[in-house]
């Protein structure tokens, strides 16, 4: 049995052969279709220390992978989460491997509790990618079909508010110019746009009349306005411009201002 071979190994000491072993069974279980619910396995390591003398990437890439399965099979994830904030801030391009991982596996997990945190994780993946290499040094394969950039999208299924917005913009500004054109030409990135900027009046009408607060609603499109024109990213403006009619005509009552704004942006 895999789970007590790892299990022995770590009990010797041996904990780069133990961790190996349990990132490979990890990488089988997530690759199976089938629900197989391993108890043993998804519990080594699961809520204490990874040994410091297990390799930074390894140790990086077992969280990943722990996280995305123990939540699959609805366990508990925060000990791994928090964890792997710890790793992942002491990542650089030799990790760049494991924290691409982590953006793909662990990230969209994440997202739906902490979407800050997912955006620093696929803000970190996009940085390092360019210099990503495997452990033995040879640089890191990446699919051609689905270009890295796709990660500026992940955290947008986990955004609510208009700080979520914020930093994910402060992510954009740090890419570098190439990755936010890839990013933005994307065939997701239309939706994606729309659905993040909308989100921040929808949000705010499903409050009751007392709690709705429009003016702080239109302040954070203003902003995304104007960071999609420094950006030089018109679809997101675009969005930006559509969300500020649509809270002056239907939730303001102010008909006239939103001529105005719409007159403005097609001037």
Known sequence: DVSQVITHFASAEEHERAAAMLASGLTQLNATTTRVDDYLLLSIWSDTELPDRIDLGL????RTLQIALRDRYEKSVSYAVSDLHDLLGQASASEAWAVISAAVFASPVISRQDPVSAIRIAGRALQLAPDAELPDGTPLPLPENVPI?????????GMRTADHVRDWLNMVAELRPEQRERAFGLEEAEEAMM?????????ESHKPDEERRWPDVLA????VGQAAQGLDFELLWACAIR?????????????????????????
Request: net charge negative; no cysteine.
């Open 59 to 62: 140790r990086i890439y077992i």
């Open 220 to 223: 954070a499109l203003d902003e």
């Open 195 to 203: 659905v993040m900027v909308d989100r921040l009046w929808v949000n």
């Open 149 to 157: 950039e796709f990660f500026v999208w992940l955290p947008v299924q």
């Open 243 to 267: 969300a500020s009619l649509v809270v002056h005509a239907d939730y303001m009552g102010d008909i006239q201002e939103a001529h105005r704004i719409a007159e403005e942006a097609l001037a």
